[in-house]
């Protein structure tokens, strides 16, 4: 059974920083990959952050300079380092994972989620 479960949301002032992190398990993590999304009240999910199985990888370009993504395969873990949060960065941040060798690309079809944390960010 394929699990991904987000931490390390929370509220910060503007400037603050933040690491998400999400455990992934029940398939082979390392052959995968992996994205975060978020999404805030009253807009559409967007595609923040993907990383692939080589490490390559892709951020949207409001993020960055600010946001790094990085994954620890042999712990099958996926994290995102957020710094010089600005209020607009505040939403449901979800872990995603794609089942698939290559590119990643925020429209494909992701084949699993997590159930999201909370990023606040006040200013």
């Known amino acids: 059974q394929v699990q991904l479960v987000e931490s390390g949301g929370g509220s910060v002032q503007a400037g603050g920083s933040l690491r998400l992190s999400c455990a992934a398990s029940?398939?082979?993590?390392?052959?995968?990959?992996m994205a975060w999304f978020r999404q805030a009240p009253g807009k559409e999910r967007e595609g923040v952050a993907a990383i692939d199985s080589d490490g390559d990888t892709l951020y949207t370009d409001s993020v960055k300079g600010r946001f790094t993504i990085s994954r620890d395969n042999p712990k099958n873990f996926l994290y995102l380092q957020m710094n010089n949060l600005k209020p607009e960065d505040s939403a449901m941040y979800y872990c995603?994972?794609?089942?698939?060798?290559?590119?990643?690309?925020?429209?494909?079809?992701?084949?699993?989620w997590g159930q999201g944390t909370q990023v606040t960010v006040s200013s």
């Open positions: 995603a994972a794609g089942l698939w060798l290559g590119v990643c690309w925020f429209g494909a079809d992701w084949s699993y």
């Open positions: 029940g398939y082979t993590y390392a052959h995968s990959c």
